[in-house]
């Protein structure tokens, strides 16, 4: 899962009640953002007169590292993966000029400052770093990391392109190049470090704000033209293709990608075919696989969905689906993820709605433009999303029964919220539309996959609505899925 709110911005009473709630639930990691302008406040004028120790953690005012800190030691301290995606915008010096204001936040982060920054970052997470201040204990290892944030949209990186050029996708190569050297010296590399972190949309304007689609992004990193065929002469010139071989090979364990398919259903890819959601998320394996043909990129990378969701209405009117379509749309998309065998995870983008933009004015769209995609609402109330996270459930029409030619259903679905490693059953229910009976369906189905995945084939004589229950000796005792139709 991924609050960024809840778990750095809130204070420590609201993180350590997300976290619990996290847990309830199921969540195995949690993703937050490691901001590099966050970390490097009030160090503009230390490194303007001088002090250019970018790569040692007391560089950085000890009270920038304290909501990460607690994080890291608050989310072991729940049973929880501490995830960390390290990644600009960073503070002024850290970037080159930019050719107006608008643009200067993002544009050309200079990649060995980025690097030494990352070192400082894996310095105090090694394991072995002692914070002043906390009484010589040391601070926790953190193994599961990620550079950079969708470098492919201008709001994280600028030019997206220059001249019709892509340029973004050169400066990412630097920049993940550095920081994963950077994580190397620090003890880390062994750990598992992502690269990617794209987003799911771009657009075809070409210009220094145009955000990239993912398809575009993946190729030009790795020097390969819309063909898949490598880039020679004045092209690969124009794109520093000779960066990949001073570099060698991008040393990424995954490649995360935020499969967003905004309103469309999970199942409905995007009108541009360069563009990647949940519905063609083996476009993504598709790409990456041309590219390690090359040597510069492992093949058979897997990837990371790490940030996925729906906003809901309410509150949201402008981007909002109902409560229930939310549900629906994040089991389905639950189980696009486990159909492929290259997804090794799944990420709920977020736990609680975002409050809206009080700056702006109340009910406009701006003032909606932060997120409402949480499993509760802003006030605490638990949406119709949350039982389907901790209980994912899709049920489709399956083929008819060879003896008796009835209909039948094909149903899958986890147990989220149940410890791993475990033995159990679920039961598999059934009433029919307009009805308020249930009836059992079957024998109760195994639970044998550790993570809590099944699947099952029932008989559905008629048409209905389905759920599955679990029961069990120890708390909740009693836990439903979301109620679903067969293929929604």
């Known amino acids: 899962m991924m609050d960024d709110d809840l778990m750095l911005y809130r204070g420590d009473a609201q993180r350590a009640d997300a976290l619990a709630k996290m847990k309830s639930v199921g969540v195995d990691a949690v993703r937050v953002t490691v901001l590099w302008s966050v970390l490097g406040e009030r160090t503009d004028a230390k490194y303007a007169a001088g002090s250019r120790n970018l790569d040692d953690p007391k560089f950085y005012p000890r009270g920038n590292w304290v909501r990460y800190d607690n994080f890291v030691r608050d989310a072991y301290q729940a049973g929880i993966v501490p995830y960390l995606d390290v990644t600009g915008p ?57 550079l950079w944030n969708e470098p492919n949209q201008p709001g994280w990186l600028e030019p997206q392109f220059a001249g019709g050029i892509p340029v973004a996708p050169t400066l990412y190569r630097q920049l993940f190049a550095s920081g994963r050297a950077a994580l190397e010296t620090t003890g880390h590399g062994s750990d598992v470090i992502m690269g990617g972190e794209t987003a799911p949309i771009g657009a075809d304007s070409g210009g220094k704000r145009s955000p990239m689609a993912p398809k575009q992004f993946i190729r030009e990193l790795f020097c390969l033209g819309p063909d898949g065929q490598p880039y020679s002469g004045s092209a690969a010139s124009r794109r520093h293709c000779s960066d990949l071989d001073s570099i060698g090979q991008l040393r990424m364990n995954a490649w995360a990608h935020h499969p967003y398919t905004k309103k469309r259903p999970p199942t409905e890819p995007d009108p541009n075919p360069e563009d990647i959601t949940i519905a063609n998320i083996q476009d993504v394996a598709d790409v990456l696989d041309q590219a390690a043909k090359g040597g510069h990129l492992a093949s058979g990378l897997p990837i990371v969905s790490s940030e996925f969701g729906y906003q809901t209405n309410p509150p949201n009117p402008f981007a909002g689906l109902s409560q229930e379509d939310q549900a629906t749309r994040i089991n389905i998309g639950d189980h696009l993820a486990f159909n492929n065998p290259r997804v090794m995870g799944q990420t709920q983008f977020e736990l609680r709605d975002a409050p809206p933009d009080r700056k702006q004015r109340k009910g406009s769209r701006l003032y909606w433009r932060t997120f409402q995609s949480g499993l509760f609402t802003l006030g605490g109330d638990a949406k119709p999303s949350l039982a389907a996270y901790a209980m994912p459930l899709d049920v489709n029409p399956g083929p008819p029964d060879p003896a008796s030619g009835q209909g039948t259903v094909k149903v899958w679905g986890q147990l989220r919220f149940r410890p791993r490693g475990i033995v159990d059953q679920v039961q598999m229910q059934f009433r029919l ?54 293929g929604s």
Do not use: C, M
């Open 90 to 146: 960073g503070p002024a010096y850290a970037h080159q000029r930019a050719p107006s204001a608008k643009d200067q936040k993002t544009w050309k982060p200079k990649a060995k400052l980025f690097g030494q920054f990352v070192q400082a970052v894996g310095t105090r997470y090694s394991g072995t770093y002692r914070a002043p201040g906390s009484h010589g204990s040391r601070l926790p290892k953190v193994a599961l990391w990620s």
């Open 433 to 486: 539309e307009g009805g308020t009976a249930w009836v059992n369906v079957g024998a109760p189905v195994a639970v044998t996959n550790p993570l809590g995945f099944y699947e099952a084939q029932e008989p559905a004589p008629f048409a209905g609505i389905w759920r599955a229950a679990w029961v069990g000796a120890d708390p909740p005792y009693v836990f439903v899925s979301r109620e679903a139709h067969a």
